[in-house]
């Protein structure tokens, strides 16, 4: 999965990629320096997982679609 910022994330930011069940399988915190991030999804099952990006007091709110 790659994840591209561009300019709506200033400053600090949390990225969590969280499976159906909700448990967190991915984690990262940055700052805007970041502006793309890729995450390596050979390890996860088929399935829905929801990004979630937190910058200040905003909130990204994302729907992938892993398939194998």
Known sequence: ???NMNDIIS?????????????TIYELNAN???KQISIDC?????GVYF????SGN???QGEVMILR
Do not use: A, E
């Open 1 to 3: 999965i790659i994840v």
């Open 11 to 23: 400053g600090n930011y949390n990225l969590k990629l969280i499976d159906i069940s909700g448990k």
């Open 32 to 34: 805007n320096d970041k």
């Open 42 to 46: 050979s390890k996860f099952n088929s």
């Open 51 to 54: 990004i979630n990006i937190k």
């Open 58 to 60: 905003k909130i990204y």
